[in-house]
Structures are given as structure tokens and as C-alpha cells.
T-cell receptor, first 112, second 113 residues
Framework: AQTVTQSQPEMSVQEAETVTLSCTYD???????LFWYKQPPSRQMILVIR??????QNATENRFSVNFQKAAKSFSLKISDSQLGDAAMYFC?????????FGTGTSLTVIP | NAGVTQTPKFQVLKTGQSMTLQCAQD?????MYWYRQDPGMGLRLIYY???????DKGEVPNGYNVSRLNKREFSLRLESAAPSQTSVYFC????????????FGEGSRLTVL
């Protein structure tokens, strides 16, 4: 089994500033994916960014980027130029095959 | 463009009652999942179905049964609801094993009194 740990239950950021959400994971698999999902107050989860473990290059999606440190089993999410719409719960997750493992989430507040 | 549709969105049950949560997808995805979300615990997998006709237990299957009726539909049944099953339930789909992206429904909030 894999475990995913998010040690920051809550974070806040000023609008237009940058924030980094932390995530560590533990797996014995060599082939796996890592993800960040966003859950706004409406509850529906949406994928923010995905990283294949075999790729050394960090994934980026517009204002969202990750810092993937495979040896340290660390997978942090950086949100640049934070916007009010970024306020949500963020879940880090890992997967192998049909098995997805989620962290406990980080609640992000964006301060106007 | 419906995606993943869950019904009902809200339900209140008394202990011992039974009910079924329905999930339907129009994305032609092979894999379907049922998760529960509890405060401070993230999402935990109840059951999943890798393809039509197959189902497998996840992390927390006790007290639940599932049916993969066809490729589109995956239902979750509580035969005798307990207060510990009060939670928000999410159905999700994936195009195939290890494609890496789950598509979620809007969730169903279940309260068991």
C-alpha cells in the first residue's frame, strides 16, 4: 500500500502572491503517478496537475507547478499569482494501477 | 455534458435502513470507483470496478455492496445503515488502469441517524 501525507491542514496566501503546499508519499512501486486535486466549496474534485514518476521534469499547468523530488518522496504544489478562485481544499494523491491513495488535504484561503 | 452523475445528492436515513447510491457516467470510461470522504481523513476507497462485470474491494468495504450494472452504471448499496456510514460519498471514473486521472461526481451527502 502507499501512504500520502499532507502536513499542512490549513494555509493562507495573499492574492497575487505565491504559496507552496507540501506533500510526501511512501511507495515501494517503481511505476506510479502523483496528483494534486482541488475541491472547491461546491465539493466536486477536479485535477490540478499530474506527474508521472518516471519523468524527471517537473509538471506545470499555467500558474500551477510541482517540485517533484523522487529520492525524498516529496511532491509539493506551487501556486503562483494566487487568485480568489484558488481557495479550496487541495488533495495530494498517488496511484498505481487502479489504486489511488489520497492525503488528508490542505485548506487554502486566499486573502484579498 | 453530464460527465459523472450521482443520485441522490442528499439523503437522511435511520439506523438499519437500506439505500442505494447511483452513479452513471457518459464518458465511456472503463474503471469506476466509490470513495467516502470524512473530515480529516481524505478520501478512502470503498470499492472499485476495473471494467464491466468486475468489482474489487478497496480500503473500507465493510457494510457496503456494489454492482457494476453495465459500463455506464456503478451503484453502492448500504444494506443496514449505521451512524459510522455518515459521510460524503464520491463516485469517480477513469479511462483505464494507470491513465492517471479520476473524474468525480458532485458527491452525495449521507446522514445516518
Amino acid at each position: 500500500a502507499q501512504t500520502v501525507t499532507q502536513s499542512q491542514p490549513e494555509m493562507s496566501v495573499q492574492e497575487a502572491e505565491t504559496v507552496t503546499l507540501s506533500c510526501t508519499y511512501d511507495t515501494s512501486e517503481s511505476d506510479y503517478y502523483l496528483f494534486w486535486y482541488k475541491q472547491p466549496p461546491s465539493r466536486q474534485m477536479i485535477l490540478v496537475i499530474r506527474q508521472e514518476a518516471y519523468k524527471q521534469q517537473n509538471a506545470t499547468e499555467n500558474r500551477f507547478s510541482v517540485n517533484f523530488q523522487k529520492a525524498a518522496k516529496s511532491f509539493s504544489l506551487k501556486i503562483s499569482d494566487s487568485q480568489l478562485g484558488d481557495a479550496a481544499m487541495y488533495f495530494c494523491a498517488s496511484s498505481t494501477g487502479n489504486q489511488f491513495y489520497f492525503g488528508t488535504g490542505t485548506s487554502l484561503t486566499v486573502i484579498p | 455534458n453530464a460527465g459523472v452523475t450521482q443520485t441522490p445528492k442528499f439523503q437522511v436515513l435511520k439506523t438499519g435502513q437500506s439505500m442505494t447510491l447511483q452513479c452513471a457516467q457518459d464518458m465511456n470510461h472503463n474503471s469506476m470507483y466509490w470513495y467516502r470522504q470524512d473530515p480529516g481523513m481524505g478520501l478512502r476507497l470503498i470499492y472499485y470496478s476495473a471494467s464491466e462485470g468486475t468489482t474489487d474491494k478497496g480500503e473500507v468495504p465493510n457494510g457496503y455492496n456494489v454492482s457494476r450494472l453495465n459500463k455506464r452504471e456503478f451503484s453502492l448499496r448500504l444494506e443496514s445503515a449505521a451512524p459510522s456510514q455518515t459521510s460524503v460519498y464520491f463516485c469517480a471514473t477513469e479511462d483505464g488502469p494507470n491513465t492517471g486521472e479520476l473524474f468525480f461526481g458532485e458527491g452525495s451527502r449521507l446522514t445516518v441517524l
